[in-house]
């Protein structure tokens, strides 16, 4: 798409958005449309220049209780460097109570289950009974795989949730995907989470690749919340890639990843808080590493907002790291507000891992940005960001962005 379509494609965005504005019936329409330019170092030494338009679209009671929902972008790189892709990321139909209890949703959808999750086109059930049960079917093309509207590139699946004696809820979920009419995967799913007293809570995610017969995901966690204003949580995470068995990578072996996490959180004054957390990252072919962060972060309840993290990995393979993050944002005006940031790290590598002659080399890499955001009305806004990337061995780049927003 060259800059004289992506112009007039803009332009039809922004002419579909002022017609969606006026009122159609009992429609009520609401969205936001979005232009956004780019620019950044190529790979090939040029600078390209992406540029999007994207739309969101709302539309309530289309028909008596019938809503539309639709996102997406237009894209185009002016400089011809990169592929800036055009992407629908959801646009279905939607109708709660078609009967009492049941509500379907009908065309583009991301469906995301314990089981798994994937990008469909298709058709959703969700049916409550009972008041603390729920089931959920759907069915469609898988956008994951198929390169056009390809029915033999398909999914399905199913998941049951429900809540018992006040605390516990429970799910269990089902997922089947289709490459070509093959087989492709078949994951069966499992959550929990309890909580006692709004004072401990306990939650679980499991997912089991029913084809390799094999647990490929683990989540196991707990929080729980002192008197005083102190939070503590543990988590267990446990991973092996899931590959679609018409893959050839589904025949090559795959490492294990596990994590071991323990992290307290003290609110210091109502917007203030401080986070110290401890991981071990533990590999088969590898050294397990011992990671160390320390934290404030002040939130957003007036005008000033940002962190300040301290990072320390260790491990006997050499891949040690010593950085900190830091961002600081002030509101100057009412609407305006600017802020600066910067990543700083220093990862210490061996190069020649197998050559016992090599030095070690000490690779460090580091971001800088600002941005600021402009709130020109309620309805329209301005958003700016530029970034320097720079890295012992790989030079530097700049990246910058402009966002227009206009609410409707």
Known sequence: MNLRKWLLSGVALTGLASWAAA???????????????EWHDGAAGGTAAPAYQ?????????????HVRLYGRLGDDLKNEVDAKSRLYYAYIEKKDVVEGLDF????????????????DGLSLDYTFLDDYKLKLF??????????????DALAGVELEGRFLDSLDVGVSYLQKWDGGLPAQQLAGLDFSLDLNDRL??????????????????????????????TLRAEYLYSLPVFSATSIYSVFAVEEYEEAMVEAT????????????????????????????????????GKLSGYLTGILRRDDDGQDLKGFKVYAAYQFLPGLRAGAG????????????????????????????????????DRISVEGKYERVESDRMDYYNRGRVRLNILF
């Open 23 to 37: 009122p159609v019936q009992a429609a009520t329409v609401t969205g936001r449309a979005s232009t956004v330019l």
């Open 139 to 152: 069915g469609g093309g898988d956008v994951t795989y198929y390169q056009g509207y390809n029915a033999k």
């Open 266 to 301: 003290w609110t210091i004054v109502p917007g203030v808080q401080t986070f110290a957390r401890a991981t071990r990252e533990l590999y088969d072919e590898y050294d397990d590493a011992k990671v160390f962060e320390l934290g404030v972060e002040k939130l957003r309840t």
């Open 105 to 120: 949703r009908f065309g583009r959808q991301f469906i995301a289950t314990t089981a798994g999750a994937s990008l469909m």
């Open 342 to 377: 910067a990543n700083v790290d220093a990862l210490e590598r061996e190069i020649d891992y197998f050559d016992t002659d090599a030095d070690a080399d000490e690779t460090t890499s580091q971001r800088f940005w600002t941005d600021v955001t402009w709130n020109v009305t």
């Open 201 to 230: 809570w306990i939650y679980n995610e499991s997912q089991w690749d029913i084809l390799s017969e094999r647990l490929s995901h683990q989540l196991v966690g707990a929080k729980y919340r002192f008197d005083v204003p102190v």
């Open 54 to 66: 994207y739309l969101r679209l709302n539309v309530k009671d289309l028909a008596p209780g019938y």
